[in-house]
């Protein structure tokens, strides 16, 4: 309850219960049709994008079909790893400025240096290019090097700033090797990254992480909170970006 209690007066919160008292009082006050209907329509939609239990259901409808996209059985021996950046926060003062990474790029380049070390021979491919002098994928590799993964079984992307652009530059710095690819990115941004890499003419094998729709007991899943409108934005954001690239892109 104290985890309720906590959320439920969080500001994300609070504006929803106005919301809900004003479109209360245009009930009771006013017999205008359309200033009842505009009240509860924007109420309605900004509680349903702030509460889990909506943005679970559009961030884990992405999740799950990066699920079904997981048809590779573990990397063989010699495979390529391939790990997209998650974004950087302001400008890095250094490039082992870890802290600097936000938390995509840090659960996405701890799951494929600890894939690397456990496949043999592999090769570690970080492709993100936000940043200044020093590029979030700058970070990931020495990141991934102070792991204890060697610094000769590293390539680094430091020029694409978009997941399109990722594609299309990792493809030309792979040209002619044929060793089995396997793409690693929250499971979130998988859909649209899978199709991105798969559009560009690269075999790519999804290897989601990061799965971040997780149950929550009812009173938490009804209660607005700002965890839910982070997941929503991003799910958002992933719907529009795979409608873009599968009916505009492309065409």
Request: charged share 15%.
């Amino acid at each position: 309850m104290k985890f309720w209690f906590e959320n439920a007066f969080s500001p994300v919160a609070v504006v929803a219960w106005w919301l809900f008292l004003l479109t209360a009082l245009c009930f009771w006050n006013s017999r205008n049709r359309w200033l009842r209907v505009l009240s509860s329509s924007v109420t309605v939609f900004y509680y349903l994008l702030t509460i889990p239990l909506t943005a679970n259901w559009v961030l884990g409808a992405l999740e799950a079909t990066a699920a079904r996209e997981r048809t590779c059985g573990p990397p063989p021996a010699g495979s390529v790893l391939i790990v997209l950046a998650g974004g950087v926060s302001g400008d890095p003062d250094s490039a082992t400025d870890f802290a600097d990474l936000k938390a995509e790029s840090i659960h996405r380049l701890l799951s494929g240096a600890q894939l690397a070390l456990r496949t043999p021979d592999s090769v570690l491919v970080v492709s993100g290019g936000a940043g200044g002098r020093y590029r979030e994928a700058d970070l990931m590799a020495n990141l991934a090097e102070q792991m204890g993964l060697p610094r000769n079984r590293i390539i680094v992307d430091r020029k694409s700033t978009t997941t399109y652009q990722s594609a299309v530059n990792v493809g030309t710095m792979l040209a002619g090797s044929h060793a089995p690819r396997y793409m690693l990115t929250s499971a979130y941004h998988m859909p649209r990254a899978f199709l991105a890499f798969r559009q560009s003419g690269q075999p790519v094998c999804a290897w989601p992480v990061d799965f971040r729709a997780i149950a929550m007991p009812p009173y938490a899943m009804l209660t607005p909170q700002l965890s839910a409108l982070e997941k929503m934005s991003r799910a958002l954001h992933e719907w529009l970006g795979l409608w873009f690239y599968r009916w505009l892109k492309w065409r």
